[in-house]
């Protein structure tokens, strides 16, 4: 007996790729391809009564016109209109072949790392976001994975672990918290010379499609974490998979159908609605952002941010992207001043995450990257008293505002007639001391 072709992917879509179907096609009909700007916002759809939002298909199964099925959908694990029409939605936007959605992005890298058999080595970052730590210690503890952790903002400290052993390389670009870049091209085409079949992978979270497509610089998966820049309003979870070789696409919609992490409808409705917004909000928080960074600069703080001329990496970093993003740090030569910063501040809430609307404020030592030791952190040179800021919306001024009042509050600035400048005040260096 021969099996059933595959029904989810049974049609192609308007450009001849094998896509699943979509009841309202995101790609123009023309074929055109629009700037980005027009491609977020813009869909032809097909929908019967003209829709001009996706339709939520709220279900988890659909009625098949005969008994041996027949429909398009059958089961929401496997495919669902309003996923679909996302998933195609991302692929136009991330320049792709085809994208994948599922329930959030350490989701995304869960279902890269099934493509790995015991015995395989992995290549990455040693300041790596920390849930991808995490997980690549689990799967080299109980999978049989070897993980090499290298500084792959040095594109010499990955030469010499690659070989034909290598079978994935992980990159992240800028790292976070401290804002360091990676030569995405250099260490792709290593990747690849050293093994073809490498598969190299950059999570983009950092920059979102809106500045950076890694599939364009040699990377073969790319993947975000939606709970960020694409969704922008922190009120849903997702993850985001795309790649242009559609066997590689094939084996991650296996592995999504298999563990039954595809997005859910909802969130993909949510997430639809986030994305077209995604270039009007990065630009304004990337401007907030620069405006920031130049103002603590101008104080005589040691700031990362590339979209600073002083950044080491700058022309690095503007050879691949087209913005400097939303994420910067500071250093204020002391843990305890910087947690009274922290903690002083209004308009910038204290959290972990980036990419929302709200502008955040943390110290990664004391919160998100807490979970390595602080031997570890020393040796990755992790500054203890680095201030995050994830920047918001929000009108610039008052951001700067709120933060110089927490700055002279906190005992960051001496504060003199010609304005301030980073450093202690004596009167409370002795405090310190204490
Ligand atoms: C948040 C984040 C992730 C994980 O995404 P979740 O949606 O929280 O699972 C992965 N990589 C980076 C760089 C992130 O910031």
Redesign the pocket.
Known sequence: MSSPPLKAFSKLDLSGHDLPPSPAPSSPRTGKVYSLATELVYTEHSDQYGASSMPLYQTATFKQTSGSGGGEYDYTRSGNPTRSHLEKHLAKIMRANRALVVS??????DVISRMLKPGDEVIAGDD??G??NRLLKYLSTHGGIIVHHVDTTSVDAVLPVLSEKTAMVLL?TPT?PLIKIVDLPAIAKAAHDANPKTVVAV?N??LSPWLLNPLELGADIVY?????YLSGHHDL???VLAVNDLSLGEKLYFTINASGCGLAPFDCWLLLRGIKTLGVRMEKQQANAQAIAEFLENQGFKVRYPGLKSHPQYDLHWSMARGAGAVLSFETGNTVISERIVESTRLWAISV???CVNSLISMPCRMSHASIDEKTRKERQLPEDLVRLCVGIEDVDDLIDDLRTALVQAGAVTVSVDGMTAGVPPELAEDLRK
């Open positions: 959030s992005g350490m989701g995304a890298m790596l976001y849930g991808t992240e976070n999570d979270t950092m975000e974490s939606g709970t960020k979870m997702a993850g995450s980036f990419g």
